[in-house]
């Protein structure tokens, strides 16, 4: 059995549990960490089925669990590419989300930062999903392609009628809706072949029951929800933070200062905002048996199955 999969289907967490657990996996050394640590850490957990996740006291299981939980996907146990590591979201969204929220004249000064997010989210909502049905590359290059470039014109075409708006409030509240609303939409079309092909439900002991659609239809409903969370929030609070700071003395005496207050305040809200949305939901979610296809309940006898949700 895998041991990631073991791991999050013995350690049946609560929210703050799996919010301090993945402030752990998101630390940024989890993305240099070598190659051959990696495998030492895996081999570990591979040897030592019983013991490694009960005794989480000793410094050297618990480094490997951080290790293997980060860097490898639970489905096909291969390395994930260090740029799509969860550690790496927060530095390379958060520029890109400053750059969107900016107030600009000119649509071309957004092309860039919009067509950059989109392009990273969809790779990494690509990556990190579930990965246990059968998809070719060619596929998984077509459908990012065209997810990127709908996602990209969906994102912009709205900011045209933005630039065109007098009202000060629907000028400021406009961009943050099209960012919550397009990336919910980016993981429900980066992941859409999972609710058609289905997902591996297996039971605790990680035997497979079965591929359901139903599982992968909640499994991307989740993630898109977490999403919202994160990129909305994320992308509210510093415009908000931000329409009071200009009204400050310091603000009129160094214009220059709001954007540093507002980049640093996209950072923070983002740090904090990360583990919080990955942790809404379990990373292998249970779903119960009575949920899913007859043909997967009639294979089984459990009450209860699980499943990878993805990040």
């Known amino acids: 059995m895998e041991p990631n999969v073991r791991f999050w289907i013995t350690e049946?967490?609560?929210?703050?549990?799996?919010?301090?657990?993945?402030?752990?996996?998101?630390?940024?050394?989890?993305?240099?960490?070598?190659?051959?640590?990696i495998e030492k850490s895996r081999?570990?957990?591979?040897?030592?089925?019983?013991?490694?996740?009960?005794?989480?006291?000793?410094?050297?299981v618990?480094?490997?669990?951080?290790?293997?939980?980060?860097?490898?996907?639970?489905?096909?146990s291969k390395l994930i590419p260090v740029p799509f590591r969860p550690a790496a979201l927060l530095p390379f969204t958060a520029p890109m989300i400053f750059f969107s929220m900016l107030s600009v004249k000119s649509l071309k000064s957004l092309i860039l930062p919009q067509i950059s997010f989109y392009t990273y989210t969809t790779a990494f909502n690509i990556v990190n999903?579930?990965?246990?049905?059968?998809?070719?590359?060619?596929?998984?290059?077509?459908?990012?392609?065209?997810?990127?470039?709908?996602?990209?014109f969906f994102g912009l075409f709205p900011r045209l009628l933005q630039m065109r708006l007098n009202h000060v409030l629907l000028k400021k509240?406009?961009?943050?809706?099209?960012?919550?609303?397009?990336?919910?939409?980016n993981v429900v079309a980066a992941r859409s072949l999972e609710p058609i092909r289905g997902i591996e439900v297996m039971d605790k002991e990680g035997n497979v029951m079965g591929y359901s659609r139903k599982a992968g239809t909640k499994a991307v409903k989740d993630t898109?929800?977490?999403?919202?969370?994160?990129?909305?929030?994320?992308a509210?609070?510093?415009?908000?933070?931000?329409?009071?700071?200009?009204?400050t003395r310091f603000f009129r005496q160094y214009p220059w200062s709001l954007w540093t207050f507002k980049l640093s305040c996209?950072?923070?809200?983002?740090?904090?905002?990360?583990?919080?949305?990955?942790?809404?939901?379990?990373?292998?979610?249970?779903?119960?048996?009575?949920?899913l296809e007859k043909e997967i309940q009639s294979a089984t006898e459990e009450t209860e199955l699980f499943y990878n949700r993805g990040v």
């Open 266 to 291: 996209t950072v923070l809200v983002m740090g904090l905002m990360v583990p919080v949305s990955f942790s809404m939901f379990p990373q292998i979610e249970r779903i119960q048996c009575s949920e």
């Open 173 to 185: 509240a406009l961009p943050v809706v099209i960012l919550t609303h397009i990336s919910a939409m």
């Open 129 to 152: 999903g579930n990965a246990s049905y059968n998809r070719r590359l060619h596929e998984s290059v077509l459908l990012g392609t065209g997810v990127i470039a709908s996602s990209s």
């Open 43 to 60: 081999q570990l957990l591979l040897t030592n089925e019983d013991a490694s996740i009960r005794d989480l006291e000793d410094q050297r």
């Open 62 to 76: 618990k480094d490997a669990w951080k290790r293997s939980l980060s860097t490898v996907h639970p489905d096909n």
């Open 12 to 37: 049946r967490q609560s929210f703050i549990r799996r919010f301090l657990q993945w402030t752990e996996l998101l630390d940024p050394t989890n993305l240099v960490v070598s190659i051959e640590k």
């Open 236 to 247: 509210f609070i510093p415009e908000v933070f931000s329409h009071f700071f200009v009204r």
């Open 224 to 234: 898109a929800t977490s999403r919202v969370v994160l990129f909305g929030t994320s």
